[in-house]
């Protein structure tokens, strides 16, 4: 790919050459107006200067006899800074009769013209011809301009402006590969200044000045960062909260891994087998309960496509029943929630983490209810509630407030994996008793009607 340098330079010098042969064009053409009404204005001031010599000198007499070659004029010669410019001067009686002429012209008539400028061609070429009329002698004085002295004239001018243009450009085109290059210098700083970071070092970038250009990309590289940052910390927090949790229930299940290996057989060995079992069951709920959270936190996770909110939530209480039945606890589904869709994944691990804690808080022989309506899901539970202490924190991982059970994670994996979605997690007390969770659906999760 060709680097930004180069591209600048090619569009700064194709644009600033489009513009410079458009004023050389310009110019050009400016130029030979300008030349052309110099030359019409001298050629009028020679024609003028020889009507006023005729009456000048008295020719009245020669004009009167009306004899062809009567006159003898001088050659005309006019200078433009360096050039010689030879002019041809006719001199007709009003009866149609040559006069004179200087030498250099055609023998023929000039200009068929009554008066003022005209172009004529000849056998000698073409020629920008001036009648001027004296009435008083009875004479029109013509004096002609040949146009290929002309053009030879506006070609050497041309020239001598074309010169200095064609100088200037290659001057130009070094000028704008500097100024690109110097133009570019805060990219190349910036680009230095991230390639002498170390691989700990997230802070923004945009901490110091930065051009206006740059900010941009200073910005993008800022979120970028806040990104990472918070994916290392979420790595971290995850490393550290497993090993600490991990770190109980393993000492335990060895403590009881040799105690049956010691007891003798009977009675203490089942006992301990069994606190083994329930030991490894725990601890592998806490390692799932751990990747979910890891996944319902990361990112990069990717959204599945959405489906009814009655159907994901049938497919989780469906799941959870088996805990219900052990726990005697009647788990049941009422309400509708119409047309309203959702991410089956982090809508479904949400709910089954809140009805679990629910189902678990509830008393023997009591219920769970998970009403749906139009704004969301709501689950009931006839147990203690949450202490109001205990409420502003039941979202933290491995907080397990007064009561200490759990792992203190299913709400926070459910309030992850609604904030991924855009659901929202609140609690309040339900009448006549027990705890109320609401999962509170965005706006925009009903489709609008045909």
Same mark, same amino acid.
């Given at each position: 790919?060709?680097?930004?340098?180069?591209?600048?330079?090619?569009?700064?010098?194709?644009?600033?050459?489009?513009?410079?042969?458009?004023?050389?064009?310009?110019?050009?053409?400016?130029?030979?107006?300008?030349?052309?009404?110099?030359?019409?204005?001298?050629?009028?001031?020679?024609?003028?200067?020889?009507?006023?010599?005729?009456?000048?000198?008295?020719?009245?007499? /020669?004009?009167?006899?009306?004899?062809?070659?009567?006159?003898?004029?001088?050659?005309?010669?006019?200078?433009?800074?360096?050039?010689?410019?030879? @002019?041809?001067?006719?001199?007709?009686?009003?009866?149609?009769?040559?006069?004179?002429?200087?030498?250099?012209?055609?023998?023929?008539?000039?200009?068929?013209?009554?008066?003022?400028?005209s172009d004529t061609s000849t056998e000698s070429g073409k020629?920008?011809?001036?009648?001027?009329?004296?009435?008083?002698?009875? =004479?029109?004085?013509?004096? !002609?301009?040949?146009?290929? $002295?002309?053009?030879?004239?506006?070609?050497?001018?041309?020239?001598? *402006?074309?010169?200095?243009?064609?100088?200037?450009?290659?001057? *130009?085109?070094?000028?704008?590969?500097?100024?690109?290059?110097?133009?570019?210098?805060?990219?190349?700083?910036?680009?230095?200044?991230?390639?002498?970071?170390?691989?700990?070092?997230?802070?923004?970038?945009?901490?110091?000045?930065?051009?206006?250009?740059?900010?941009?990309?200073?910005?993008?590289?800022?979120?970028?960062?806040?990104?990472?940052?918070?994916?290392?910390?979420?790595?971290?927090?995850?490393?550290?909260? /497993?090993?600490?949790?991990?770190?109980?229930?393993?000492?335990?299940?060895?403590?009881? /891994?040799? =105690?049956?290996?010691?007891?003798?057989?009977?009675? $203490?060995?089942?006992?301990?087998?069994?606190?083994?079992?329930? !030991?490894?069951?725990?601890?592998?709920?806490?390692?799932?309960?751990?990747?979910? *959270?890891?996944?319902?936190?990361?990112?990069?996770?990717?959204?599945?496509?959405?489906?009814?909110?009655?159907?994901?939530?049938?497919?989780?209480?469906?799941?959870?029943?088996?805990?219900?039945? #052990?726990?005697?606890?009647?788990?049941?589904?009422?309400?509708?929630?119409?047309?309203?869709?959702?991410?089956?994944?982090?809508?479904? @691990?949400?709910?089954?983490?809140?009805?679990?804690?629910?189902? #678990?808080?509830?008393?023997?022989?009591?219920?769970?209810?998970?009403?749906?309506?139009?704004?969301?899901?709501?689950?009931?539970?006839?147990?203690?509630?949450?202490?109001?202490?205990?409420?502003?924190?039941?979202?933290?991982?491995?907080?397990?407030?007064? #009561?200490?059970?759990?792992?203190?994670?299913?709400?926070?994996?459910?309030?992850?994996?609604?904030?991924?979605?855009?659901?929202?997690?609140?609690?309040?007390?339900?009448?006549?008793?027990?705890?109320?969770?609401?999962?509170? /659906?965005?706006? #925009?999760?009903?489709?609008?009607?045909?």
């Open positions: 790919m060709t680097s930004i340098r180069w591209r600048l330079f090619a569009m700064l010098l194709l644009a600033t050459g489009v513009i410079w042969l458009s004023a050389v064009v310009w110019l050009q053409h400016s130029t030979r107006a300008q030349i052309e009404r110099v030359l019409d204005s001298r050629l009028a001031e020679a024609g003028h200067m020889v009507s006023s010599l005729l009456s000048n000198q008295g020719l009245a007499q /020669a004009v009167s006899a009306d004899a062809e070659g009567s006159l003898t004029l001088p050659d005309f010669r006019m200078f433009e800074g360096e050039m010689e410019r030879q @002019l041809h001067c006719q001199v007709w009686s009003l009866r149609g009769t040559l006069l004179g002429q200087s030498g250099g012209g055609p023998q023929e008539r000039l200009s068929k013209a009554r008066e003022g400028f020629w920008r011809v001036y009648t001027v009329v004296n009435q008083p002698l009875g =004479v029109e004085i013509m004096v !002609g301009e040949s146009m290929a $002295m002309r053009e030879n004239l506006v070609t050497d001018v041309r020239a001598g *402006l074309l010169w200095p243009i064609l100088v200037i450009a290659p001057l *130009l085109a070094l000028a704008i590969w500097i100024s690109v290059g110097r133009g570019l210098g805060p990219l190349g700083t910036f680009a230095a200044a991230l390639a002498r970071r170390d691989d700990q070092d997230l802070s923004p970038v945009s901490a110091g000045p930065l051009p206006p250009e740059i900010r941009p990309m200073g910005a993008a590289l800022d979120g970028l960062l806040a990104r990472l940052a918070r994916a290392r910390k979420r790595e971290r927090d995850f490393i550290s909260c /497993a090993a600490h949790e991990l770190k109980t229930p393993l000492a335990g299940i060895r403590t009881q /891994a040799q =105690v049956a290996r010691a007891a003798p057989e009977g009675q $203490m060995q089942r006992h301990a087998l069994d606190r083994l079992v329930g !030991g490894v069951d725990r601890t592998a709920r806490l390692v799932s309960q751990l990747l979910d *959270l890891a996944r319902a936190e990361d990112d990069q996770t990717a959204r599945s496509p959405e489906h009814a909110v009655a159907h994901i939530v049938q497919q989780s209480v469906a799941g959870m029943q088996g805990l219900a039945r #052990n726990r005697d606890v009647a788990l049941q589904v009422e309400g509708d929630a119409g047309d309203m869709l959702a991410d089956p994944v982090h809508l479904g @691990l949400a709910l089954r983490n809140v009805v679990e804690n629910a189902v #678990n808080a509830a008393p023997a022989g009591s219920a769970v209810t998970v009403a749906l309506s139009m704004r969301g899901i709501e689950v009931r539970d006839q147990g203690p509630g949450i202490d109001p202490d205990d409420l502003p924190h039941v979202t933290d991982r491995f907080y397990t407030g007064k #009561n200490g059970k759990g792992t203190g994670l299913g709400l926070a994996i459910a309030d992850a994996a609604l904030v991924r979605i855009g659901w929202a997690l609140g609690f309040r007390p339900a009448q006549p008793s027990g705890q109320l969770a609401c999962l509170t /659906a965005p706006r #925009n999760a009903t489709p609008p009607g045909p």
